[in-house]
């Protein structure tokens, strides 16, 4: 059973900085790719930042030079360091390995 599980999100004032953690389990993880989306009220799910199994990133444009996206492949965890935050930041940020695996979801919100 595929588990993704997200930790590490809260309320932070703009400038300052979180950093999201997502343990796998039931994949193998080092061959996978994974990726952070976004979810803010009323709008679409959105890709935040990716990485391969081979370590190759890519970001959204409204994140880069801000936001890191890393993976532990001895951990089964994926990381998504967040700096200067900004109020429009604000989302639910998931987890997710592909082929319809996502995670619960972790609320992030950035006070003006």
């Known amino acids: 059973q595929v588990q993704l599980v997200e930790s590490g999100g809260g309320l932070v004032q703009a400038g300052g900085s979180l950093r999201l953690s997502c343990a796998a389990s039931g994949i193998i993880f080092k061959f996978r790719a994974m990726a952070w989306y976004r979810q803010a009220p009323g709008k679409q799910r959105e890709l935040v930042a990716g990485?391969?199994?081979?370590?190759?990133?890519n970001y959204a444009d409204s994140v880069k030079g801000r936001f890191t996206i890393s993976r532990d492949n001895a951990r089964n965890t994926v990381y998504l360091q967040m700096n200067s935050l900004k109020p429009e930041d604000t989302a639910v940020y998931y987890c997710?390995?592909?082929?319809?695996?996502w995670g619960q979801g972790t609320q992030v919100t950035v006070s003006s």
């Open positions: 990485i391969t199994s081979g370590d190759n990133t």
């Open positions: 997710t390995a592909g082929a319809g695996y």
